[in-house]
């Protein structure tokens, strides 16, 4: 069974400034997808970057960005210029790809990152 | 089709009652989810359906609880004899099975709140 594991309860950070969510994962499975999720309070969960484990290269959307450490099984989330409409709980999820298809998502207990103005 | 549509958005009931939640997929995914979201924790797996055949059930779902997706379209989620354990957030998602880099994105619904009295 995979595990995720999202070590910082809560996090706030400065408007304009840098912050990084930290996410590690357990798994034995060698294909599989790491995902970001924001859910802004009362409001519905969007997707905000995922990564291929078979890719090298950190996907980047935006201001948006991962690290990811397949060896470590880490998967850190960096938002560079936050905004207030950053302010949400951000949950990191793990899904294994099967036969070509998806599957079900593995999310962490999230961290709740408040944006300051 | 703007999205994923879940209904009620909030239920609240007395413990022994009957619940139902329904939720409305994007038009073309194949694949819809149940997730159960508890306060402070990240969505958990419930079930999840391609087309009307029901794949995969966690443990979580004790049977007190049926899902069901008549002609791989709409699905509901009914428990029976609510327990104040069963209050939570369910959260309804859906996606395409196979094929395409958007495959492996899971839309979500706004969820619907249970509170067992």
């Known amino acids: 069974a995979q595990t995720v594991t999202q070590s910082q309860p809560e996090m706030s950070v400065q408007e304009a400034e840098t912050v990084t969510l930290s996410c590690t994962y357990d798994?034995?499975?060698?294909?599989?997808?790491l995902f970001w999720y924001k859910q802004p309070p009362s409001r519905q969960m969007i997707l905000v970057i995922r990564?291929?484990?078979?890719?090298?290269q950190n996907a980047t959307e935006n201001r948006f960005s991962v690290n990811f450490q397949k060896a470590a099984k880490s998967f850190s989330l960096k938002i560079s210029d936050s905004q207030l409409g950053d302010t949400a709980m951000y949950f990191c999820?793990?899904?294994?790809?099967?036969?070509?298809?998806?599957?079900?998502?593995?999310f962490g207990k999230g961290t709740l990152l408040t944006v300051n103005p | 089709d703007t999205g994923v549509s879940q209904d009620p958005r909030h239920k609240i009931t007395k413990r022994g009652q009957n619940v139902t939640f329904r939720c409305d997929p994007i038009?073309?995914?194949?694949?819809l989810y149940w997730y159960r979201q508890t306060l402070g924790q990240g969505p958990e797996f419930l079930t999840y359906?391609?087309?009307?055949?029901?794949?995969?059930k966690s443990r979580l779902l004790s049977d007190r609880f049926s899902a069901e997706r008549p002609k791989g379209s709409f699905s509901t989620l009914e428990i029976q004899r609510t327990e104040q354990g069963d209050s939570a957030m369910y959260l309804c998602?859906?996606?395409?099975?196979?094929?395409?880099?958007?495959?492996?994105?899971?839309?979500f619904g706004p969820g619907t709140r249970l509170t067992v009295l």
């Open positions: 798994t034995s499975e060698s294909n599989y997808y």
């Open positions: 999820a793990f899904m294994k790809h099967v036969g070509g298809s998806n599957y079900k998502l593995t």
């Open positions: 038009s073309e995914h194949n694949r």
């Open positions: 990564q291929e484990a078979y890719k090298q």
């Open positions: 998602a859906s996606s395409l099975g196979t094929g395409g880099r958007s495959n492996n994105e899971q839309f």
């Open positions: 359906f391609q087309n009307e055949a029901q794949l995969e």
